[in-house]
């Protein structure tokens, strides 16, 4: 399995087979997303940084449920977009992505903490996708609370402050001094595979 970050909460999941699916492709967030081609599209919510299918060419847009696209099984949970249980911002989406030996879970803008019952949904993920900047989502603190926790084989922090993003979000740097595990940066276009060993990996945005 490849994974390319396309910026935002936004990456190109690629199958050995070549089944593309892209993952909440974002409107405009102080930059512009990409031109893409893929099967598939996912949106974990309706809101604009999320959700903008029409940029995406593709055949399909999956906002739930279970299916298979070519060679990825594609599945899903709810869980609360906020601390309240969706009182502020509603529901968010948690799409599980299972290809080639690995599952990636993107969990998209989660926002509650840490408990035992979420827990035991993400446990069979190998692969990791999660926000960490706060104000929407879980900040910093709670997100590497959730992956020390779960020890997967990879973490990948997103949904975070960058230099030209311009939604008023922390940056990386909470979560990163917060996870027990040892980080390394990446360029885009990561291969997955399961492995023994927890890895954190700050990728850089596709340009």
Do not use: W
Not at 36 to 53: F, G, L, P, Q
Not at 110 to 116: F, M, R, T, V
Not at 197 to 206: A, D, G, N, S, V
Request: aromatic share 8%; charged share 20%.
């Amino acid at each position: 399995m490849n994974l390319r970050y396309l910026g935002h909460s936004c990456f190109l999941i690629t199958a050995k087979d070549g089944t593309r699916v892209l993952t909440d492709p974002y409107g405009d967030i102080g930059y512009s997303l990409p031109h893409i081609r893929c099967d598939a599209v996912t949106v974990s919510h309706s809101h604009y940084d999320h959700a903008n299918v029409h940029a995406v060419e593709c055949d399909r847009v999956i906002t739930g449920g279970a299916c298979t696209v070519g060679g990825i099984k594609i599945s899903s949970a709810r869980s609360f977009h906020d601390d309240v249980r969706g009182a502020k911002r509603g529901i968010n989406t948690i799409f599980f992505f299972e290809a080639d030996g690995v599952c990636l879970a993107h969990l998209g803008d989660l926002g509650e903490g840490i408990h035992e019952e979420l827990l035991s949904v993400l446990r069979r993920a190998d692969v990791i996708l999660i926000p960490v900047g706060g104000n929407y989502t879980i900040d910093g603190k709670a997100a590497a609370a959730y992956v020390n926790a779960l020890g997967p084989s990879y973490a990948v922090p997103m949904h975070f402050k960058t230099d030209d993003l311009n939604i008023d979000i922390g940056g990386a740097e909470e979560f990163l001094r917060a996870v027990k595990y040892p980080v390394q940066t990446a360029k885009s276009g990561v291969e997955l595979a399961a492995t023994h060993q927890t890895q954190i990996i700050l990728m850089e945005k596709e340009v």
